[in-house]
């Protein structure tokens, strides 16, 4: 009891309290996975960018008495890292576009109710499903020259036949056809849930309006499915940066066609072939900036959204 005759329980649980049990018991369940990703994902990002400044070479011990960035500046100047990053953006770009611009398309055609639309979705979606390795080979019959679909269709109608991976001319635009063969039908998943989300009224409004279908799209539906691109967009260019599998199943070797040389095969070709561990990582650092410089804008929107 006080003097003024309330009393004042000790024994109810204060917020800070509930606070406090709550976060000790629920560390159980998210520390054990935390220490383990900051340590075997976080802790050797650091490591591998800390060999990038030193000068290792083969499978031995690293000296880390000197750490400097000469195989950043190195790579500037190295002609064979330019080409693969002007392949790099060539792939980024043109792939993550094209199969924006498809899956659009697809997506509209979807929403249209056609019949069988539910069995078309999954055909399209199906490439998706299927690993690198596996989509790698199963264009590495398409392009073969002899006995590929493709050549027998181009000779069929009177065209001479194309060496589709060996000729450095064509191989980006081959392996581009073939990721979004791939991945297409993702994009128009995406799309298409965009379009599902618009409520009919608007396009009701639009037509009363006297709008037809073509301005109705341009002016109405597609300004709305910013948020889809955005996201079809991001995940997509992670897709193109992880093309390593791809192209070292459609080429057979770490050392593909000057013109489909990227970064990620230069990388891996530079730390097992070359054997030049420092200058690998440094190429798999800059390669991590890339990743970020795509993903962080894409977790700055959604914060903003306050859907993160």
Known sequence: MTDGGSAVSTDEPTLLSNVSDEFLGSLLFW????????????GAIGWNFVISLTETSGFGGVDYSQLDIE?????????????????????????????????????????????FDNGFRTIYLLPMSLSFVVTA???LWMYNYDNGLINIIISS???????????????????????????SGYAMVVYLAGLRAIPQEQYEAARTDGANTLRLYQRVIIPQLKGATISASVVLMVFALKAFDFLYSLTGSYIPPKGSDILATMMVRQAFRINNQAYAAAIGIMLFALALAIITPYLTYQHRRGEL
């Open 71 to 115: 195989q950043y500046t190195r790579a500037f100047g190295d002609p064979t890292f330019i080409n693969a990053t002007t392949n790099t953006f060539v792939l980024l770009i043109t792939f993550t576009a094209v199969c924006l611009a498809i899956g659009l398309l697809l997506a509209i055609m979807m929403d249209r109710k056609l019949r």
């Open 137 to 139: 080979q199963f264009w």
């Open 31 to 42: 520390l054990p996975p935390f220490l383990l990703m900051g340590f075997f994902v976080y």
């Open 157 to 183: 109608l009177g065209f001479s036949k194309y060496q589709w991976i060996s000729n450095p001319d064509l191989v980006l635009s081959a392996v581009i056809f073939a990721l979004v063969w791939q991945f």
